[in-house]
T-cell receptor, first 116, second 115 residues
Framework: AQTVTQSQPEMSVQEAETVTLSCTYD???????LFWYKQPPSRQMILVIR??????QNATENRFSVNFQKAAKSFSLKISDSQLGDAAMYFC?????????????FGTGTRLTIIP | GAVVSQHPSRVICKSGTSVKIECRSL??????MFWYRQFPKQSLMLMAT?????????EQGVEKDKFLINHASLTLSTLTVTSAHPEDSSFYIC???????????FGPGTRLTVT
C-alpha cells in the first residue's frame, strides 16, 4: 500500500517570504500522480498543483512550484512571495496511475501560518 | 467549470436516526465519486469509491451497512448514515472525477453532528 508522509505538522512564514513544505511517499509503482491540496478555514479542498511521475520537469503554477525527486520519493511544495491568503492546511496526496485505482491517499497535513 | 456541490452543508440529527448527504457534479458527468471523512485537525480518510450504476467499493474498516452509498446517475451520489451515533459526528467530503480525467474535484463538505 502506498503511504504519504508530511513530517511538518506546522510551519510559519513571514509575508512575502518563501516557504517549503515537505512530503515523502512510498510506492512500488512507476506510474502515479502527486498533488498538493490546500484546505483553508472554509474546509473546501483546493487543488494547488499536480505532478505526473513520468514528467521530469517540476510543475509550476504561478507562485507555487514543486521539487519532485522521484528516486528519493520526495515531493516538496515551495510557495514564493507568501500572502495572507495562503494560510491554510496543506495536504500532499498520491494517486496511482493504474486504471481502476483512482483513489487519493493523503498525508497528515501541514498547517501553514502567514505572519504579517 | 468542474463544480461539485454537497447538501446539506450542516446537519444535526438525533442518535438512532438516519441522515442522507447528497453530492452533485454541476457541470460535468462524474463517472466516479469518492466519499471521505475528516475528523478535526486530521487528514481525509477515504471511505468508499462509487461508480455510476454499480455498487460502491468500501475501504477496509468502513461498515457498508452503516454508510450506504448510491451513485444512481452521472451527476449524483448519496451517502446515508444509518442509525447514526455520536461517534459518527464528523466532516464528510465528496469528490468527483469525470471521464478519462485523473483529477478529482471536491465538494465543500458536510458537517454532521449526532446528538
Amino acid at each position: 500500500a502506498q503511504t504519504v508522509t508530511q513530517s511538518q505538522p506546522e510551519m510559519s512564514v513571514q509575508e512575502a517570504e518563501t516557504v517549503t513544505l515537505s512530503c515523502t511517499y512510498d510506492t512500488s509503482e512507476s506510474d502515479y500522480y502527486l498533488f498538493w491540496y490546500k484546505q483553508p478555514p472554509s474546509r473546501q479542498m483546493i487543488l494547488v498543483i499536480r505532478q505526473e511521475a513520468y514528467k521530469q520537469q517540476n510543475a509550476t503554477e504561478n507562485r507555487f512550484s514543486v521539487n519532485f525527486q522521484k528516486a528519493a520519493k520526495s515531493f516538496s511544495l515551495k510557495i514564493s512571495d507568501s500572502q495572507l491568503g495562503d494560510a491554510a492546511m496543506y495536504f500532499c496526496a498520491y494517486r496511482s496511475g493504474r486504471r481502476g485505482n483512482e483513489k487519493l491517499t493523503f498525508g497528515t497535513g501541514t498547517r501553514l501560518t502567514i505572519i504579517p | 467549470g468542474a463544480v461539485v456541490s454537497q447538501h446539506p452543508s450542516r446537519v444535526i440529527c438525533k442518535s438512532g436516526t438516519s441522515v442522507k448527504i447528497e453530492c452533485r457534479s454541476l457541470d460535468f458527468q462524474a463517472t466516479t465519486m469518492f466519499w471521505y471523512r475528516q475528523f478535526p485537525k486530521q487528514s481525509l480518510m477515504l471511505m468508499a469509491t462509487s461508480n455510476e450504476g454499480s455498487k460502491a467499493t468500501y475501504e477496509q474498516g468502513v461498515e457498508k451497512d452503516k454508510f450506504l452509498i448510491n451513485h444512481a446517475s452521472l451527476t449524483l451520489s448519496t451517502l446515508t448514515v444509518t442509525s447514526a451515533h455520536p461517534e459518527d459526528s464528523s466532516f464528510y467530503i465528496c469528490s468527483a472525477r469525470g471521464g478519462s480525467g485523473y483529477e478529482q474535484y471536491f465538494g465543500p463538505g458536510t458537517r454532521l453532528t449526532v446528538t
